[in-house]
Nanobody
Framework: QVQLVESGGGLVQAGGSHRLSCAAS????????MGWLRQAPGKEREFVAA????????YYADSVKGRFTVSRDNAKNWMYLQMNGLKPEDTAVYYC?????????????????WGQGTQVTVSS
């Protein structure tokens, strides 16, 4: 079992940078693949970024590749999403999620545990 709590959401100007954090509790964090997903108003939840348990493998949606960076600190049970070059279309509720096991997931259905979400709004 993994409990997840996101923080760091807010209002950001287009072109700016922002960092989201995810605090995880539970003994399985360091052996769980993790991810960030988001849901914009009126749209389905979509994959943003994923990271393997060791942090050595990462995946990104094409829409954020080169702008966002996912990382994790297994010693402290934290995961982060550094967002640069933000665009109005990045406005969404961002969710931290965890999978049972080590395989990285790239679709929402592959994740087993979810945080409550944090709102990121990018103004033009």
């Amino acid at each position: 079992q993994v409990q997840l709590v996101e923080s760091g959401g807010g209002l950001v100007q287009a072109g700016g940078s922002h960092r989201l954090s995810c605090a995880a509790s539970g003994r399985t964090f360091s052996s769980s693949a993790m991810g960030w997903l988001r849901q914009a108003p009126g749209k389905e939840r979509e994959f943003v970024a994923a990271i393997s348990p060791s942090g050595g493998i990462t995946y990104y949606a094409d829409s954020v590749k080169g702008r966002f960076t996912v990382s994790r600190d297994n010693a402290k049970n934290w995961m982060y999403l550094q967002m640069n070059g933000l665009k109005p279309e990045d406005t969404a509720v961002y969710y931290c999620a965890a999978r049972r096991g080590v395989r990285v997931g790239v679709t929402p259905d592959e994740y087993d545990y979810w945080g409550q979400g944090t709102q990121v709004t990018v103004s033009s």
